[in-house]
Structure formats: C-alpha cells, structure tokens
C-alpha cells in the first residue's frame, strides 16, 4: 500500500511554531496538488492548506497568514510551516498527494497516517 511518510508533528505552546514535512515514496512518480488537511476529535477532517506542483497555494481562512505551505518537486516533499500557534490548532494533521504511481496511468489521492499536533494554552 502506498503511504507518505509524515514528521514533525509534537507539542508546542500557543504562540509556538512547528514545522510538518512529508515525503512521497518513490513509487509514486508524478505528483500533481499537495497539502494537508486536519481532523480534531469529534469533527470532520478539514482542508488547510495546498499547493499545486506550480507552487500555487491556498488556505483555510482559519490558517491564513499563520501557516505556510511549500514543496520541493525534486524530493517529492511537501512542508507546512505553522507559527503563532493556537489551541484550536490541536489536531491530527494528515498530507495528501494526489498522484501516480509507477505502472499506472490514473491519478488518485494518497495519505499520510498523520501526526499528532497539540498546542497547549
């Protein structure tokens, strides 16, 4: 089964700063949009933030002017830098890819198994 692999996740304090990374393996082989979404207890997973393999990028407006998505086409990685950190930040943060994989001719959307963010008041 094909899964990105996730880091960076942990504990911080309000007003802290975490940065996520995610990688694509190398099956994967063509990558079109990237991002993360998050999902906190008792509520549906929500999209953050994403950007297209041409490094266009969008936000929650939840998100805005806090978080900072970017990639690296080269590595097939996708980063999600988080500053000012607030509780309502707490959430399992899940990275998708939509993309192909070797062999194949079909984009489909791939995951991470995410990573725990809690942001303590």
Known sequence: QVQLLES?????QAGGSLRL???APTTIVSINNMGWYR?????ERELVAEITSGGNSNYA???KGRFSISRDNAKNTVY???NSLKPEDTAVYY???????VLTTTYRAYWGQGTQV???S
């Open 8 to 12: 960076g996740g942990g504990l911080a």
């Open 21 to 23: 990374s995610c990688a």
């Open 39 to 43: 999902q906190a207890p008792g509520n």
């Open 61 to 63: 407006d939840s998100v």
């Open 80 to 82: 999600l830098q988080m």
């Open 95 to 101: 990275c998708y890819a939509r993309a192909r994989v």
């Open 118 to 120: 809690t942001v303590s």
